[in-house]
């Protein structure tokens, strides 16, 4: 009976060394997630919610199987504990791949797109107004308000397209690089 009891003695203070150890390193990362989850409040991003959620379900959990590692000493409970921590650390993983991933999207947008969609948007007005200056130079006047209403008609519709587009590129740059 006494040679099991420092043999226990040793496994238990493997197991709570462990904890002590994963417990830091949960303790940093939370650190983390508590940053992301303070982008998840500015960009109300879905994703980053479900894996915030996610958790701190595993958080309760694995306290739950903390406690019961030091109550029983069971091997199945240790095994359980650390199953909890090496899901944990997957979601941090994927905490932080989401919103590096949302940051490069938001740098995409405000690099790229949005530049060329609004090249286009003045391209599209300085033709309106090239157009506009030649209609009234060479146009009868009783004719000239019909096309430049007709032109004008035209230009607007060009616009909606361009907002339209903007729009879909933006969702389709989202859900490729985000999900």
């Known amino acids: 009976m006494t040679s099991q009891r420092p043999a226990n003695s040793k496994k238990v203070a493997k197991v709570k060394e462990k904890i002590s150890e994963t417990r830091e390193v949960v303790s940093s990362q939370m650190q983390f997630v508590e940053r992301a989850r303070n982008k998840v409040e500015k960009q109300e991003d879905e994703y980053l919610e479900e894996y915030l959620h996610i958790f ?17 000493k069971n091997a199945r409970d240790v095994y359980a504990l650390n199953v909890l921590y090496s899901q944990q650390r997957e979601v941090i993983a994927d905490i932080r791949a989401v919103t590096d991933m949302s940051h490069q999207v938001d740098q995409l947008v405000n690099d790229v797109l949005q530049p060329m969609t609004r090249s286009i948007g003045q391209n599209a007005l300085n033709v309106f107004y090239q157009m506009r200056k030649l209609l009234t130079e060479t146009t009868p006047p009783e004719k000239t308000q019909r096309a430049l209403n007709e032109l004008e008609t035209l ?18 740059i989202t859900t490729l690089l985000v999900g």
Do not use: N
């Open 155 to 172: 230009i607007m519709e060009q616009g909606k397209f361009i907002q339209q587009e903007y729009s879909v590129a933006e969702q389709k």
């Open 56 to 72: 701190k379900r595993l958080k309760v959990l694995i306290r739950i199987h903390e406690e019961k590692c030091r109550e029983s």
